[in-house]
Each structure stands twice: as C-alpha cells, then as structure tokens.
C-alpha cells in the first residue's frame, strides 16, 4: 500500500508515469474506490455544501473511466487502458484532499471581498498542477507531445464540466 502511495505521488510530481503501474484490473478498481473513498472522506470533513455533491463525484468517475477508455481505444492503444487509467485515478487520490478542500474554499469565499483573490488564485494553481500531471500521464500513454497531451486533458476537463452541468443544471 505505501508503495503505491509513493508511486501515485511520484506520478504527481510528474517524476513516474503510467508506465510504471501494474496493469492490473483489480488495481484499476482499488484506486478507483480509494479515490472515491479519499474524496467522501475528506468532504465528510468539511462542513456540507449545496448540491448532490457524491452523484458529480459518481459521474466524474464514470466519465473519466469511459474517457480514458474511448481515447485509448480509438487510439489503437488498447493496451495501455488499465495503466494510464489507474495512474490518473492514482494520483487524483494523492492530491484529492487539497483538490477538494481548495474546491470548499472557493465556494465559502466567493462572495467575500478579502479571501475570494487568494483562495481563487490557490485554486489554479492547483488546477495547473493537475492539467500539468495529468498531461504527464496522457503524454506518456500516447506519445504525444506535451501541449497535445495538456489540450487533451484541458478537453477532457471541459467536457467533464459540460457534462455536469447538463445533468446537475446550476440553480439560477
């Protein structure tokens, strides 16, 4: 178990790749339920928030399981699908307690004057880090280059918002 921590964050710190994971649909599925886990557990932490936040959490995993099967697919890589797939579940659990304690802050501070720059900017920053690993990761499963590899995933997180936000329309 620390080993995988210690690889998934490896993978966060751009310094391993999905080359490096086993591929192994079990290990696939124990990083998915740790990811969905890490993410319940921190935002059990966390005062409540409006929305039906565990149903966006249920479809952004079974959208990025599907999107990462689709894409390798298409791509006649087929056989990288378990790995590339559980290095980016893998280092989603690493960083998913700061990614969704930042996601709660720009929520309770977006309407005040003082912390709403801060916390914001805190806010890409990190988004920029996981643009930056998860192009790390598509980089290597595909090839690509790196700002091919960043637009793909900038594509894959825009459809992911459009998608939640067809299902989940924001109240007006």
């Known amino acids: ?10 993978i966060a710190l751009l310094r391993r790749g999905p080359q490096d994971v086993p591929a192994s649909a079990l290990l ?10 890490v993410n319940c557990a921190v935002s059990a932490l966390l005062p409540p928030v409006d929305g039906p936040w565990v ?6 995993v079974a959208f990025t ?4 099967f689709l894409l390798l697919k298409l791509l006649g890589r087929t056989e990288r699908i ?10 989603q659990t690493v960083i998913a307690p700061v990614l969704v304690l930042c996601g709660w802050l720009i929520r309770r501070f977006q309407h005040d004057s003082l912390w709403s720059l801060p916390v914001s900017l805190m806010g890409l920053t ?3 880090w996981y643009v ?7 980089k290597a499963a595909l090839e690509w280059s790196t700002l091919a590899s960043i637009l793909m995933v ?15 329309p924001a109240p007006r």
């Open 82 to 91: 378990l790995q590339t797939t559980t290095a980016v579940f893998g280092f």
């Open 65 to 68: 399981l599907i999107w990462y």
């Open 1 to 10: 178990m620390t080993e995988l921590i210690r690889l998934y964050t490896q």
């Open 126 to 128: 990190l988004f920029i």
């Open 55 to 60: 149903a966006h959490l249920l479809l952004d």
């Open 132 to 138: 930056a690993a998860n192009g790390h990761v598509v």
């Open 154 to 168: 900038i594509a894959q997180e825009a459809a992911g918002e459009a998608l939640v936000l067809a299902i989940f």
């Open 28 to 37: 696939l599925t124990l990083t998915v339920i740790g990811y969905f886990l």
